[in-house]
């Protein structure tokens, strides 16, 4: 009974909904021989509409990787944009230029791939890193590997003019090509921002890397005479793991694969790797902008008011999120807010720095606890010592604990996963990098004991040493840190940073751009 209301139902179907379901079900299935049918058998030549016209680029751009489909694909795609793109009223979407971007790519036309990604302006339409990537690709693959790169190059300098940021397969193109067409320095560069982009990489990005540090390009480059204050200086004022001064020391490269021990020192080469902070202008940057969205939030006097404070009393190491510790495991029937917990973190916090943090903590909450006789004198005391500021009644705290921790590039002490609408606002790379840097967790036992858990001791992220050796996570399934594989790239002619230099200088002919 089913089956035959099937039938009915297909039966009363019109010609144009038939059309519409028989090209569904050739999306569904990629069949491109099924979808070049039903559009040859339609009679008269259908009108598409861009909906079913970004179905059938759709079915061509998934079936340019097997061979046997690739130029009739290539050949349909294009025949039904040039029959069906005529008229004022046509209006690509960004579906339509990315697939047809694909099919310019896929017969090696990287010149049109780039018109059609960059018509996105003249459309209206919101540009995608996906409607430029083919353009990229495609010229990072040309014959003439120099030509190809500066080609390159200027699609990623359009795409960044946009607002887009590339990701590893389009910065592992443009790494290959550099190395194919000579141009040393555009290595270098990025290699960079794959480790700024980059927590892990790739094992086909990975063999790119090795490919260059075995040739004879890298072993020509070194750098002499640079004093080793500007290399610390460098690798301070970036945060740390690298100085973006250029490859060091001189002759061969020895790329393996290593381990990295939990103390973070490299199990091959014995480097240690370190635990990278956000660097020093990101950082204030940082604190700007969550000063303007706070003061955007809160009332500007009260927030101001504790800028001004902050700046008096930038002694702190450790910034400690009151509520969240108070609060921590307190949901049970005589559960609240428990002072001896935040009283054994800031014990804790003394007894390893010799310094007070600093608890931010609702005013409203603090005169709670005075009320309470058998710790006001606790309290008291905390905010006689400057351990203790209260936010301001209606405040959020959230914004005070964190401005003061990134303001005073302080650790912060809280299980706070800072998911919330104002860090979403925040939210960006920069962020999440400064979180594993600066963020402090911590947990009770039953017993009551507390641990807290630092940062780790080396950061998940691609490093350049002050000697000029090179360590890059490899991305792969582990169980824990300890088992990941990591590339050590060592130099057999490596130097203390104080016998190299800043001049960059090629012992065979190089061409640098």
């Known amino acids: 009974?089913?089956?035959?209301?099937?039938?009915?139902?297909?039966?009363?179907?019109?010609?144009?909904?038939?059309?519409?379901?028989?090209?569904?079900?050739?999306?569904?299935?990629?069949?491109?021989?099924?979808?070049?049918?039903?559009?040859?058998?339609?009679?008269?030549?259908?009108?598409?509409t861009l909906?079913?016209?970004?179905?059938?680029?759709?079915?061509?751009?998934?079936?340019?990787?097997?061979?046997?489909?690739?130029?009739?694909?290539?050949?349909?795609?294009?025949?039904?944009?040039?029959?069906?793109?005529?008229?004022?009223?046509?209006?690509?979407?960004?579906a339509t230029l990315t697939a047809l971007s694909r099919l310019a790519a896929a017969k090696g036309d990287g010149e049109y791939a780039f018109e059609l990604a960059k018509s996105v302006k003249k459309y209206g339409v919101a540009p995608k890193l996906r409607t430029f990537s083919p353009a990229l690709i495609c010229?990072?693959?040309?014959?003439?590997?120099?030509?190809?790169?500066?080609?390159?190059?200027?699609?990623?300098e359009y795409v960044e003019s946009v607002g887009l940021h590339l990701e590893e397969p389009e910065l592992a193109a443009l790494l290959k090509v550099s190395i194919e067409s000579g141009k040393e320095n555009k290595v270098y560069e990025y290699?960079?921002?794959?480790?700024?982009?980059?927590?892990?990489?790739?094992?086909s990005t990975v063999a790119i890397i090795e490919s260059w540090f075995g040739g004879k390009n890298a072993a020509n480059m070194s750098l002499v005479s640079l004093d080793s204050d500007r290399i610390k200086e460098a690798?301070?004022?970036?945060?740390?793991?690298?100085?973006?001064?250029?490859?060091?020391?001189?002759?061969?490269?020895?790329?393996?694969?290593?381990?990295?021990?939990?103390?973070?020192q490299c199990c091959a080469c014995n480097e240690q790797l370190v635990c990278?902070?956000?660097?020093?202008?990101?950082?204030?940057?940082?604190?700007?902008?969550?000063?303007?969205?706070?003061?955007?939030?809160?009332?500007?006097?009260?927030?101001?008011?504790?800028?001004?404070?902050?700046?008096?009393?930038s002694e702190y190491e450790t910034v400690v999120d009151g509520a969240n510790i108070g609060l921590y495991q307190q949901n049970f029937a005589e559960g609240g807010f428990s002072v001896a917990q935040l009283d054994a973190v800031v014990k804790?916090?003394?007894?390893?720095?010799?310094?007070?943090?600093l608890v931010v903590m609702h005013k409203k909450r603090v005169r709670s606890i005075l009320e309470d006789a058998s710790k006001r004198e606790l309290i008291e005391e905390w905010l006689d010592q400057g351990v203790l500021y209260g936010t301001p009644y209606g405040s959020n705290d959230d914004w005070y604990w964190l401005y003061a921790a990134v303001k005073l590039k302080c650790l912060l002490v809280t299980n706070d996963e800072m998911r919330d609408h104002i860090f979403e606002l925040i939210g960006s790379n920069f962020f999440s990098r400064w979180k594993e840097r600066h963020q402090v967790r911590y947990t009770f036992t039953k017993g009551g004991g507390l641990k807290l858990i630092m940062p780790?001791?080396?950061?998940?992220?691609?490093?350049?040493?002050?000697?000029?050796?090179?360590?890059?996570?490899?991305?792969?399934?582990?169980?824990?840190?300890?088992?990941?594989?990591w590339l050590c790239v060592t130099r057999s002619g490596s130097r203390e940073a104080e016998e190299v230099s800043g001049n960059l200088v090629s012992n065979g002919s190089s061409n640098t751009s």
């Open 1 to 48: 009974m089913d089956h035959q209301n099937t039938r009915r139902k297909k039966q009363k179907l019109s010609p144009e909904s038939q059309f519409r379901s028989t090209l569904d079900q050739c999306s569904k299935t990629k069949d491109l021989t099924a979808a070049i049918s039903l559009y040859e058998s339609s009679s008269p030549s259908p009108t598409l």
């Open 51 to 94: 909906s079913n016209l970004n179905s059938f680029l759709y079915i061509c751009s998934n079936s340019l990787s097997d061979p046997k489909t690739r130029q009739p694909a290539i050949e349909f795609g294009f025949k039904l944009f040039h029959h069906h793109s005529h008229g004022d009223n046509f209006k690509p979407n960004e």
């Open 139 to 156: 010229f990072c693959g040309g014959a003439v590997a120099a030509a190809a790169a500066d080609k390159a190059y200027e699609v990623e």
């Open 191 to 203: 290699l960079h921002k794959l480790r700024a982009t980059l927590r892990e990489v790739n094992e």
């Open 235 to 264: 690798n301070t004022r970036n945060g740390g793991g690298w100085h973006g001064l250029g490859f060091l020391g001189k002759g061969e490269w020895a790329p393996q694969r290593s381990k990295i021990a939990s103390n973070g």
């Open 276 to 313: 990278v902070d956000t660097d020093t202008e990101e950082t204030e940057k940082f604190a700007q902008s969550v000063a303007s969205l706070a003061m955007e939030r809160e009332l500007h006097s009260n927030f101001k008011e504790f800028q001004d404070w902050l700046e008096k009393h």
């Open 348 to 357: 804790e916090i003394h007894s390893k720095s010799k310094k007070w943090p």
């Open 456 to 485: 780790p001791s080396y950061s998940l992220v691609i490093q350049e040493s002050e000697k000029g050796f090179w360590h890059v996570p490899i991305a792969g399934e582990i169980s824990d840190e300890s088992s990941r594989t």
